[in-house]
């Protein structure tokens, strides 16, 4: 079943991130922030008591996005010119934030932490038992991921935001890619580029000792 024209579909969102990674194993931030901002429209129509979340990661794509179209946009096409061209001329704050409080590179470090849920969450979801809780897969994610990051405050705000996820199915059809059998197998498919794109950037991070920005 093809989604209807306009609705949100969850493939085109994936198929960003699979457009984001090149040939030589380049992130290209165009595509990726694409994928970003589909995500964020899914989390919009599950409702307002996720906006705190959309709207954090809306400002942190905003952010990079006006990186990406401004002056110096060539070096913010992949985000190996970005890390690049951020460290070479001492844009990044490594210890605390002072100078530089929103650097490229601490940005995508947070969307980045994000795209490990992600990744966990989407697997969780296809491998669940069909009368599975979205809400105990999405906590257990978040458990084993983001949380490390958060505050006691956020922690308890986005675990009681989880409980309003709906059910393993309604999820798997408001993604818009047919049956829930059908999505996952879609999603069977996709994982490997989020992956891809998630293996790279950790990678990349790690090299440059930037995985702990502040
Ligand atoms: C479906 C449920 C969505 C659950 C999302 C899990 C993430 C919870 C994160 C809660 C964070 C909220 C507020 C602010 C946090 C910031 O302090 C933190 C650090 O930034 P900073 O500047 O203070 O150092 N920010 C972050 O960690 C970034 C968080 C970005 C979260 C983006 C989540 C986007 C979610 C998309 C929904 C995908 C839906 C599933 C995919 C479709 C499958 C059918």
Known sequence: ?????????????????QAAVTERREVLLGP??????GLVRFLNSLGAIFSFISKDAVAKIQIMESYCGGERQEEYRTLQSMVAYELASGLVDIQRRSEHPDSGCRTLLRLHRALRWLQLFLEGLRTAQEDSKTSTICTD?????????????????????????????????????????????????????????YGITEELYAQHKLLNLP
């Open 141 to 197: 994610s978040y458990n084993a991921s983001l949380a490390a990051y958060h505050p006691w405050v956020i922690r308890k705000a986005a675990t009681v935001a989880f409980c309003a996820l709906p059910s393993r199915n309604a999820f798997l059809e408001i993604m818009n890619v047919g049956t829930p059998e059908e999505a996952v197998v879609m999603l069977g498919d996709a994982l490997p580029h989020i992956s891809s794109v």
């Open 32 to 37: 990726y922030l694409r994928g970003w901002r």
């Open 1 to 17: 079943m093809a989604a209807a024209a306009g609705a949100f579909s969850l493939r085109e969102v994936l198929s960003a991130f």
